[in-house]
T-cell receptor
Framework: DGGITQSPKYLFRKEGQNVTLSCEQN?????MYWYRQDPGQGLRLIYY???????QKGDIAEGYSVSREKKESFPLTVTSAQKNPTAFYLC?????????????FGDGTRLSIL | GQQLNQSPQSMFIQEGEDVSMNCTSS?????WLWYKQDPGEGPVLLIA?????ELTSNGRLTAQFGITRKDSFLNISASIPSDVGIYFC???????????FGQGTTLQVKP
């Protein structure tokens, strides 16, 4: 089945620790995105990547880092600099060579502080 | 910055009733999307709109891209219990595909 796989489903972070959230897609999509969702709020863009080895900051990039070494993979690291990391993190991808292609989402990772 | 105002924030309706929600902005967009999110899951695309004035249906769902390109609405007809969830509007104004999201409308349906 083609789709976007996020892992793990639940993740706990200790103070001062970096954690990495995985996002893999087998849809042959060019562009990938990371969003953060807090209760009662819409999704906010953290980072996005249009092509391999290139990525741009979104609206709330501070305390996060990403890499895009392979087309299929776009991992997100939540660093110790992110002081309020508890949230639901969503990865999305899109076939970007046509402007009229929407984003499709994975099922998310819920990150909590221990 | 760009911002979407989605209303209502929540709705509690009787099964069989019709539902209407909308998103407005002071900015112009090229794309309007409507997603539904179930608890603990990612949003699922319902309808995508790419032309001003476009009216598109998907089963009991109908959405329109406002003629001014600054708004969109979603209607659900004859609601059923599985319509329960959070509905998000999203809009894009560039070819990067970067989306801005509304704050969501939480829909509850009483059987």
């Amino acid at each position: 089945d083609g789709g976007i796989t996020q892992s793990p489903k639940y993740l706990f972070r200790k103070e001062g620790q970096n954690v990495t959230l995985s996002c893999e897609q087998n849809l042959n999509h060019d562009a990938m995105y990371w969003y953060r969702q807090d209760p009662g709020q819409g999704l906010r863009l953290i980072y996005y990547s249009q092509i391999v080895n290139d990525f741009q900051k979104g609206d709330i990039a501070e305390g996060y880092s990403v890499s895009r070494e392979k087309k299929e993979s776009f991992p997100l690291t939540v660093t110790s600099a992110q002081k309020n990391p508890t949230a639901f993190y969503l990865c999305a991808s899109r076939y970007s060579r046509r402007g009229d292609q929407p984003q499709h989402f994975g099922d998310g990772t819920r990150l909590s502080i221990l | 910055g760009q911002q979407l105002n989605q209303s209502p924030q929540s709705m509690f309706i009787q099964e069989g009733e019709d539902v209407s929600m909308n998103c407005t902005s002071s900015s112009i967009f090229n794309t309007w999307l409507w997603y539904k999110q179930d608890p603990g899951e990612g949003p699922v695309l319902l309808i995508a709109l790419y032309k001003a004035g476009e009216l598109t249906s998907n089963g009991r769902l109908t959405a329109q891209f406002g003629i001014t390109r600054k708004d969109s609405f979603l209607n659900i007809s004859a609601s059923i219990p599985s319509d329960v969830g959070i509905y998000f509007c999203a809009a894009a104004s560039s070819n990067t595909g970067k989306l801005i999201f509304g704050q969501g409308t939480t829909l509850q349906v009483k059987p």
